[in-house]
């Protein structure tokens, strides 16, 4: 069974960095594609960002480009989210997503809470 812990979640202020990580465990780590994804409160679930299974690149939606960074540690079945210049409006759930590409099939992780105060 595969699983997805996420952790690095807290209370930051505006302009500061944190450092989001998620550990997959169950599974075949260096062949999933990994992304983040956030959830504001009242939103829809929205994709941030994605690094492939094999070449490490890395894509970007919307607000998060230039300012959050996405990497993976292959030998520790681990992905990062380093943040950056964040904004109250980063305030929301932030779930890591593993997929599957062979199979099709998303793995989801239960969430980490980011509150960004002004």
């Known amino acids: 069974q595969v699983q997805l812990v996420e952790s690095g979640g807290g209370l930051v202020q505006a302009g500061e960095s944190l450092r989001l990580s998620c550990v997959v465990s169950g599974g075949t780590f260096s062949s999933y594609a990994m992304g983040w994804f956030r959830q504001a409160p009242g939103k829809e679930r929205e994709h941030i960002s994605t690094i492939s299974s094999n070449t490490g690149k890395a894509y970007y939606t919307g607000s998060a480009k230039g300012r959050f960074t996405i990497s993976r540690d292959n030998a520790e079945n681990t992905v990062y989210l380093q943040m950056n210049s964040v904004r109250p409006e980063d305030t929301a759930v932030y779930y890591c997503?593993?997929?599957?590409?062979?199979?099709?099939?998303?793995?989801w992780g239960k969430g980490t809470l980011v509150t960004v105060s002004s």
């Open positions: 997503n593993a997929h599957e590409g062979a199979t099709g099939v998303n793995y």
